[in-house]
């Protein structure tokens, strides 16, 4: 009985083995597992109201996610003739969950830096956006029109994340320890233990949206970070054998205009 118990666990850690090194088939009605955040707003956030946006989180009953990666989402699989599933996890864990089997692709306003493609496949871009500082209203920062504005003060980022890396460009700046989420680093500039914190655009205008007491900067020109190509756009992160699923979804993101990629993360900042 126990070699017959061996046997058959040897089978099936074989048979388990064997699926999580195959290729994703792109084929209608295939299942098209997607991994973010669900608390990257305008990207991506967690609501109890259901609307023509949203999508159902995988395991949490009741719970859905709207925002601009989820109409991404919805928009390749039904390009693709995919069925959409959306599963919520934290950031550092995403690639991971990806290399894991866990998530087919990641569409969660991630960079496709090149750091990350060392492990991980990146389509062409979906969105393409600017870098500021989210102070106070009452800040002296907020009259700050340069990075040398900025010296000295006490700067914090997400955990992961390229706004981390881009804090040491400050001249004098205290380099905090990055935090794990938004809602963090929204409460450490509200409570003064950070002055400022980096953001995309479309975060910091969603984040300043629901607080009055928190503006951005954003600076024109030369004046601010120093960005390559990388820095400055999103794209979905793939695992490296799936080239079919790659090509595939570049193809429906090359008929997306920007015109349209605009619309989009607008309703999604009106929705939020």
């Given at each position: 009985m126990k070699r017959l118990f061996f046997v058959l666990f040897v089978l099936?850690?074989?048979?388990?083995?064997?699926?999580?090194?195959?290729?994703?088939?792109?084929?209608?009605?295939?299942?098209?597992?997607?991994?973010l955040e669900a608390a990257y707003a305008p990207y991506n956030w967690?609501?109890?109201?259901?609307?023509?946006?949203?999508?159902?989180?995988?395991?949490?009953?009741?719970a859905f996610v709207d925002g601009y990666d989820v109409v991404v989402a919805r928009h390749i699989a039904e390009e693709l003739g995919l069925v959409l599933e959306i599963k919520?996890?934290?950031?550092?864990?995403?690639?991971?969950?990806?290399?894991?089997?866990?998530?087919?692709?990641?569409?969660?306003?991630?960079?496709?830096?090149?750091?990350?493609?060392k492990t991980v496949n990146f389509s062409t871009e979906y969105y393409r956006a600017q870098q500021v500082m989210v102070?106070?209203?009452?800040?002296?920062?907020?009259?700050?029109?340069?990075?040398?504005?900025?010296t000295g003060a006490k700067v914090v980022a997400q955990l992961g994340t390229l706004q981390d890396d881009?804090?040491?460009?400050?001249?004098?700046?205290?380099?905090?320890?990055?935090?794990?989420?938004?809602?963090?680093?929204?409460?450490?500039?509200?409570?003064?233990?950070?002055?400022?914190?980096?953001?995309e655009l479309p975060v910091a205008m969603s984040i300043v949206q629901s607080?009055?007491?928190?503006?951005?900067?954003?600076?024109?020109?030369?004046?601010?970070?120093?960005l390559s190509e990388e820095d400055v756009t999103t794209a979905v992160a793939l695992r490296k054998r799936d080239t079919a699923l790659l090509e595939a979804i570049n193809g429906v993101l090359a008929n997306i205009s920007a015109e349209t990629k605009d619309a989009w993360m607008l309703a999604a900042l009106n929705r939020q």
């Open positions: 099936l850690a074989l048979t388990l083995s064997a699926c999580s090194t195959s290729s994703y088939e792109v084929e209608e009605g295939n299942t098209l597992v997607v991994g967690t609501t109890q109201t259901q609307n023509a946006f949203t999508v159902p989180l995988s395991g949490q009953p009741g919520a996890i934290e950031w550092d864990g995403l690639i991971p969950a990806l290399q894991a089997g866990q998530i087919d692709v990641i569409i969660a306003g991630m960079s496709p830096t090149s750091e990350r493609a102070v106070r209203t009452d800040s002296n920062y907020a009259s700050a029109t340069t990075l040398a504005g900025f881009l804090i040491d460009q400050i001249p004098n700046v205290v380099h905090q320890t990055p935090l794990d989420s938004y809602n963090a680093l929204t409460n450490a500039v509200l409570s003064g233990v950070a002055d400022a914190f980096i953001a607080n009055s007491n928190l503006t951005f900067v954003n600076f024109a020109g030369s004046n601010g970070f120093t």
